[in-house]
């Protein structure tokens, strides 16, 4: 579904992550077509820049992936650039001023979609001025909808944080206005769990604690922090990667079935899900969640430095680039299963993938044979980077009387589909544009996910628990490993 006709207003305009990100995407959308004709876009920042010289600026993104000169040229007629500084209320008259004529210009009938690509600090701020100057609201009688206001994470650094963000937000726009963006919910095989868990008979029935022994969430990373010791060294990966990317996964997967398709109707599974989660108190955090450092080691072939040895890092920083966690879910469906997750930098591989353990057999009727304990049965959603589904099962080999193997039943999606799915991004840009929220993380899902963390922040932030050295290029600290092998359990390989 082409977009609606929009005027996309990109605050951070000049800025990295939109000329790595935002503008290749939204020129891949048009030149496939997908985006409506009636659309501008205005960049706005700090930087002086004249509309030509922002032009060139998007030209420089674009450039390298773009099919078709005379579709670019068309595009970047549709750029404009608007200076000014974010807290200065002036700066959001002129912007308004500068959309009407725009609008007009363009047929677009008013409706406008805030992009923020500013530092999330100041998030709030540029909300607040927006709703001051009346941009939170049509500015036109002819506005198909309301304004929408797109974020990116980290949406706060707390519980406490996040709270104040969406109050000071929520004053301004109505929570249908928000869209925050998790892109790992755009990723096609992230969003394939709900068509595979919910429209299929044969999987369902069995997704439960009668048949499942335990579930492993994993997302490895090769790749250390690159340039990013800046925001990283704030983060680490409780909040970079397990607030939202793994707690976002864990509810699709665990979630009841929604009554519909619906933004709201997922949503409002996903928030009960979250709600069952046991809390994690302080007595049992040590034990439910182990964190981890990168030391120097060997990843793919490459040697490597250990994170505090990385430009930008503290030499003492006791920033996490590791978790792992066993959470339960404490409703009929989950109670007794234990959900394994753990995400990492410089481990072995990049891999993310869901992989559902089934419980043995009750019984083996081979056991005269040897054959006591029979593996089980398991169905790894593959996320990434070989997309697909994989179920195990045992079979007979050809050959003596008792000969059995595991098979695997493979689904690949590069071989089926070919490898044109578009990129999360892009997705979650044109869903911005259709006004689809399916995809978006709600407030009260932010908040949530925040407070079954805020107990590892705060042990974390004051210096107390442990942290455990991994070398990288390893699949994390020992530490990790045991809590899993406690239950009698391994972690699944990497690689
Ligand atoms: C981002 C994190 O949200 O996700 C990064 O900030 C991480 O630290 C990235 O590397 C991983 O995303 P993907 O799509 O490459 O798995």
Not at 426 to 433: G, I, N
Request: hydrophobic share 40%.
């Amino acid at each position: 579904i082409p977009g609606q006709p929009y005027g996309l207003v990109v605050f951070g305009a000049s800025g990295d992550l939109a000329r790595r990100k935002l503008f290749g995407s939204l020129h891949d959308l048009y030149e496939r077509g997908l985006l409506s004709d009636k659309f501008y876009l205005m960049g706005c920042g700090r930087t002086q820049f004249s509309d030509e010289e922002f032009r060139s600026v998007v030209r420089e993104s674009v450039e390298k992936t773009a099919q078709n000169r005379d579709v670019s040229e068309k595009f970047l007629t549709r750029m404009f650039y608007l200076s000014g500084q974010y807290d200065d209320p002036k700066f959001y008259e002129d912007i308004k001023a500068r959309l009407k004529e725009l609008d007009g210009k363009y047929a677009v009938g008013g409706c406008h979609i805030f992009y923020l690509s500013v530092p999330p600090k100041i998030y709030a701020d540029v909300a607040e001025h927006l709703g001051q100057a009346g941009l939170s609201k049509p500015i036109s009688c002819e506005c198909p909808g309301q304004p929408r206001l797109v974020i990116e994470k980290p949406f706060g650094h707390d519980l406490e944080t996040a709270r104040e963000l969406n109050r000071r937000i929520g004053e301004h726009f109505h929570e249908s206005q928000v869209y925050r963006i998790d892109h790992y919910l755009g990723k096609e095989t992230v969003q394939n769990i709900l068509m595979f868990r919910f429209a299929n008979t044969i999987f369902e029935p069995v997704w439960n604690r009668n048949y499942v022994d335990h579930v492993q969430i994993t997302i490895a990373e090769s790749l250390g922090i690159g340039h990013r010791a800046g925001y990283y060294e704030s983060a680490g990966a409780v909040r970079d990667m397990f607030q939202n990317h793994m707690l976002g996964m864990l509810a699709l997967v665990a979630m009841e079935p929604p009554a519909s398709f619906e933004a709201d109707h997922i949503r409002d599974e996903k928030v009960k899900l979250l709600k069952c989660i046991r809390p994690l108190e302080d007595e049992n955090i040590d034990s439910a969640v182990i964190r981890g450092q990168y030391a120097a080691g060997e990843v793919e072939g490459e040697d490597v430095v250990g994170y505090r040895q990385e430009e930008g890092v503290a030499e003492d920083s006791r920033t996490d680039t590791y978790v792992a966690a066993k959470l339960l879910v404490d409703n009929w469906r989950w109670k007794g299963v234990p959900f394994y997750l753990r995400t990492g930098k410089r481990l072995p591989a990049r891999l993310t993938e869901v992989a559902i353990t089934f419980k043995t057999v009750p019984h083996s009727m081979f056991a005269a044979v040897g054959l006591d304990e029979l593996p089980a049965n398991t169905i790894v959603l593959k996320i990434q980077p070989d997309e697909g589904i994989k179920l195990s099962f045992q079979a007979k080999r050809p050959g003596s009387k008792v000969c059995m193997t595991t098979l695997n039943m493979n689904f690949d999606y590069a071989k089926v589909f070919g490898s044109g799915a578009p990129e999360a991004y892009q997705r979650l840009l044109l869903d911005s544009m259709v006004g689809d929220q399916t995809l978006f993380t709600r407030q009260d899902d932010v908040e949530l996910s925040w407070k079954l963390l805020d107990p590892v922040i705060k042990m974390a932030d004051s210096g107390a628990g442990e942290l455990y050295e991994y070398a990288a290029g390893t699949a994390g600290p020992e530490s990790a490993d045991r809590l899993i092998e406690a239950d009698g359990r391994k972690w699944r390989p990497l690689m």
